[in-house]
């Protein structure tokens, strides 16, 4: 059995997010529980004024939590894992590429047994990520092709 093949989903995981204000003023750095979700299938369709130099599919654009990150705060302030409260209305979230120094976070989230990521660390741990870039690879040894089994 090959276990260097397995893709699981990461579950139970929670990264820490960059929250700003719709003025520009830094919430803070907290932890969010966020769903990895899944890259999409095939490779879609390309616009006739790409050349297969540059084109690079959706599927191979995709990176864990991004989407969930994009869409946290379409409907106003989410709460994280402490609880922090923000009157701002329209925030903004990024994928923190450190760790973040929320005490409360940390406590709740060891307590509920939840891995803490950065954003990176997420990315290296993700094997749908990983498999998804060694179909890359494959992709363009093959030369790129329109259409991809």
Avoid: K
Avoid at 16 to 31: D, E, F, K, P, Q
Avoid at 75 to 104: E, M
Avoid at 114 to 132: G, H, I, K, N, V
Wanted: proline share 6%; net charge positive.
């Amino acid at each position: 059995m090959n276990l260097h093949e397995v893709r699981t989903a990461m579950r139970n995981v929670a990264i820490w997010v960059v929250v700003t204000g719709a003025n520009g003023r830094h919430i803070g750095h907290h932890l969010y529980a966020l769903d990895e979700g899944m890259p999409p299938e095939g490779l879609g369709t390309r616009p006739n004024w790409q050349d297969r130099e540059w084109w690079r599919p959706e599927r191979f654009m995709w990176r864990p939590f991004e989407i969930a990150a994009a869409g946290m705060f379409r409907n106003g302030y989410v709460q994280p894992l402490c609880g922090h409260r923000s009157a701002s209305t329209r925030p903004r979230a990024s994928l923190s590429r450190y760790r973040g120094t929320c005490v409360g976070c940390v406590r709740i989230a060891a307590q509920r047994g939840m891995m803490m990521l950065s954003y990176d660390e997420a990315q290296q741990m993700s094997s749908t990520l990983q498999a998804t870039q060694a179909e890359q690879a494959a992709w363009n040894a093959a030369g790129r092709p329109d259409q991809w089994p």
